[in-house]
């Protein structure tokens, strides 16, 4: 389809596989198959969900939010459900959103969904973005319990100047859809990939520390970093900075790519369904997306 290699995808994104879904499964149908696995292995039903958080920049329609969808066929009757548009940060922004309304009793139980049908906005023309990108959903309840643990702290921060790095110019209201109009591929996901990098290396560092900081914890003390996977360089590079052993971080961009908000919980599931994350382990989720906007969240599992 373009001019790429498997050698040039690999050494420079660490990328071996991607899941693309098909025409009919649409972003809602992978969220619930995620939700249901959550709420299972909560042990909790739809009725007790009063908070739906999803993060997309792929919604099934643009109106209403996807997370209205998703309650509808999850049956989840006492939630209020909307949607976050913060990229590859939705989920730790949900769950930042999500912990502390619940730690003050305002809601008792959430679901936190990331999800991304990225094949629908990508442009298979463009060899820059269409190697990178996947299909994926992740969900976490999130509730109030007795005991030890929790999330101990977030980190949430955008900067809209960098908002041309990685966006999609075309179909909203600045540049509408218009049959007069040739959108070039320009409704689709464009990415400055080098400048993207390098803020995402920095500021991946920073939020990371910067939760560590507000828990009083040291980059010793992190049982399992759970990163954003937009490419094996950058994570790489965020485990140097940190100087936290890389088998102390959760890989699967190989199997995945690059799933957007999909990527954290995805890969926290992961981790947790393999053992890798134990109870009283501390672990630190950290993103990095279009906004720009990156976050960060320190859990006591
Ligand atoms: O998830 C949201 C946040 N996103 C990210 O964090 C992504 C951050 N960026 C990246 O991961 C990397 O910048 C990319 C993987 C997107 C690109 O890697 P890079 O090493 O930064 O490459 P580059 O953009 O600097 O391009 C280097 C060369 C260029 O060719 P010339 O101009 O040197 O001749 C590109 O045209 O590589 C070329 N190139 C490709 N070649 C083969 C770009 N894409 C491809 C490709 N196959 N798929």
């Keep these: 389809m373009v001019d790429t290699s498997d050698e040039w995808i690999v050494t420079r994104t660490g990328i071996r596989e991607r899941h693309i879904a098909s025409n009919g499964c649409h972003s809602s149908d992978m969220a619930v198959a995620a939700s249901k696995q ?48 913060a990229a590859c940060t939705g989920f730790i922004n949900g769950l930042s959103i999500a912990a502390p309304l619940i730690e003050v009793g ?57 908002r041309e790095l990685l966006w999609a110019e075309v179909g909203g209201t600045v540049n509408p859809y218009s049959p007069d109009f040739s959108f070039d591929g320009r409704d689709k996901i464009l990415m400055n990939g080098s400048d993207v990098f390098k803020v995402a290396v920095k500021e991946m560092g920073r939020a990371a520390q910067n939760v560590l900081d507000e828990a009083g914890l040291k980059p010793s003390d992190i049982a399992m970093i759970i990163p954003h996977q937009a490419n094996i360089r950058i994570i790489d590079a965020l485990a140097k900075r ?60």
């Excluded at 991304?116 to 319990?145: I, Q």
């Excluded at 052993?245 to 961009?253: A, F, G, R």
């Design 38 to 85: 959550a709420l299972e292995m909560a042990g909790c039903s739809g009725d007790e969900i009063d908070l739906l958080i999803v993060g997309t920049v792929t919604p099934d329609y643009r109106l209403p939010s996807t997370a209205c969808v998703i309650q509808e066929k999850m049956h989840l009757p006492n939630a209020v459900g909307f949607d976050i548009v």
């Design 106 to 162: 305002r809601y008792s139980k959430a679901l936190v969904i990331g999800v991304e049908k990225l094949s629908s906005f990508t442009n298979y023309a463009d060899r820059n973005t269409c190697v990178l990108f996947g299909d994926a959903a992740g969900a976490a309840v999130v509730s109030r319990e007795e005991g030890e643990g929790g999330v101990l702290s977030t980190f949430m921060k955008s900067d809209g100047n960098m």
């Design 242 to 301: 940190l100087k936290v052993d890389p088998e102390k971080v959760y890989i699967n961009i190989d199997k995945y790519g690059n799933t957007s908000a999909a990527s954290v919980p995805l890969a926290l599931d992961q981790a947790n369904r393999a053992g890798k994350i134990k109870p009283g382990d501390n672990v630190l989720m950290v993103a990095f997306g279009g906004g720009l906007i990156w976050g960060a969240a320190l859990v006591r599992w």
